[in-house]
């Protein structure tokens, strides 16, 4: 599904190509984040201990939540709506196989 763009398409899809990147990878750490939390969480042995990545995992998971409203709100991430999320990557996806071409 190869689309052609003229300049002036390319350059307004990607310029927020560089938003999008950085929050695509804030979402993606902050979720590493919550899985490696749990985990940790469930070998721990002391209470201290339990306590202090019990914060942790709240935080990962606050951080998490806020950079998905932020994606949402900005339609960089489309969770609740699975057509237009692969509509989207698709996009990308072309996007950064024309950058290739040129």
Do not use: C, F, G, W
Not at 21 to 40: G, P, Q
Not at 44 to 55: G, N
């Amino acid at each position: 599904m190869a689309t052609t763009m003229t300049k002036a398409e390319l350059t307004k899809a990607t310029a927020p190509l560089d938003d999008l990147a950085i929050a695509t990878d804030m979402l993606l750490s902050a979720k590493a984040a919550v899985r490696s939390y749990a985990v940790a969480l469930t070998e721990t042995a002391t209470p201290k201990v339990h306590k202090i990545l019990k914060a942790q995992l709240d935080t990962a998971i606050e951080t998490h939540r806020k950079i998905a409203a932020y994606m949402i709100e900005n339609e960089m991430y489309h969770p609740y709506n699975v057509d237009k999320q692969v509509e989207h990557d698709v996009l990308k996806a072309d996007t950064a196989l024309s950058l290739i071409k040129e």
